[in-house]
């Protein structure tokens, strides 16, 4: 497994760069990574400002684990480029480029940031969910690590109205995590906009880690928990990633392609995903 993949993005909470008493809380949220926003959470008049504040707030370091990220505004914004050139040798994990329509924006950026932070790439235009499949071919070269739905933008853009379900986003989520797939990258699950229903936030979890997604972005605190819980595996899940690997382990299975366990037949490919979902409960676990 990819040291990409085995790092847990269950929950990646957006917090604006202007609010200074959000940026010293995130410090002690159980949040896998935490999001200084640049872009929507930030008025126009305190743009700058902003990006002061999380440049301040990285240099200060008492991150633990959590992956430090930083959304720029967009390119075609009048503080794209100053948020790409501040943050270059800033010390953070990735820079999420919002908005991005196709390839050339990921290069643009590299080529601005130098080698340093790995890109995450927010999906909310049609052009971009069009231009999935190259900009997620440009993964080695441009070191695009995540792909990330933005619902809100792509809902403003295909005129539709999502609701609960999600159902007219549902061929975009696929494509979403189907184009991360075959790129070796993370598929992050856009944000939900309820706070203060607690099942209906745990509804939205679920629902993106049946679809396949590593993890979600989220817009408060009280939604880490759910996302934390429904994109870790279970104890029942590890426990049976054991025993197939156990198996695989015999001696007297050792040329086989599938064996019986549980009462169901397994194969190889199965023995695969068992030592993968081992892996990432271990990277869960040593982050605790």
């Given at each position: 497994m990819s040291a990409v993949a085995a790092r847990p993005r269950r929950s990646a909470l957006f917090l604006p760069a202007s609010n200074q008493r959000a940026l010293a809380k995130s410090r002690t949220l159980d949040c896998d990574a935490v999001i200084l926003d640049l872009e929507d959470s930030v008025a126009p008049a305190v743009k700058r400002?902003?990006?002061?504040?999380?440049?301040?707030?990285?240099?200060?370091?008492?991150w633990g684990a959590r992956e430090r990220v930083v959304r720029a505004n967009g390119a075609d914004s009048d503080w794209g480029a100053g948020d790409l050139a501040a943050l270059r040798g800033a010390p953070l994990d990735?820079?999420?480029l919002p908005k991005v329509d196709g390839p050339d924006m990921l290069?643009?950026?590299?080529?601005?940031?130098?080698?340093?932070?790995?890109?995450w790439a927010m999906i909310e235009t049609c052009a971009g969910v069009t231009a999935l499949r190259s900009i997620a071919a440009t993964a080695r070269e441009t070191g695009l690590a995540a792909l990330v739905v933005g619902p809100n933008d792509l809902a403003r853009e295909l005129r539709c109205t999502p609701g609960?379900?999600?159902?007219?986003?549902w061929p975009i989520l696929?494509?979403?995590?189907?184009?991360?797939?075959?790129?070796?990258?993370?598929?992050?699950?856009?944000?939900?906009?309820?706070?203060?229903?607690?099942?209906?936030v745990e509804r939205a979890c679920a629902q993106?880690?049946?679809?396949?997604?590593?993890?979600?972005?989220?817009?408060?605190?009280?939604?880490?928990?759910?996302?934390n819980r429904a994109f870790a595996p279970s104890t029942e899940a590890v426990a049976r990633a054991e025993r197939i690997v156990a198996a695989f382990a015999l001696p007297e299975h050792d040329a086989l392609g599938a064996i019986r366990i549980d009462g169901e037949m397994v194969e190889r490919l199965?023995?695969?995903?068992?030592?993968?979902?081992?892996?990432?409960?271990?990277?869960?676990?040593?982050?605790?």
């Open positions: 400002d902003a990006r002061e504040a999380a440049l301040m707030a990285l240099a200060a370091g008492d990735a820079v999420l290069r643009a950026a590299r080529a601005t940031l130098g080698q340093g932070p790995a890109l609960e379900d999600r159902a007219p986003l696929t494509e979403v995590v189907l184009a991360a797939r075959l790129a070796g990258i993370v598929a992050l699950d856009g944000v939900t906009n309820v706070i203060d229903d607690a099942a209906a993106g880690a049946r679809w396949g997604f590593d993890g979600k972005t989220l817009i408060h605190p009280a939604q880490i928990h759910a996302a199965h023995l695969a995903e068992a030592e993968r979902l081992i892996a990432f409960d271990r990277a869960i676990q040593s982050r605790q």
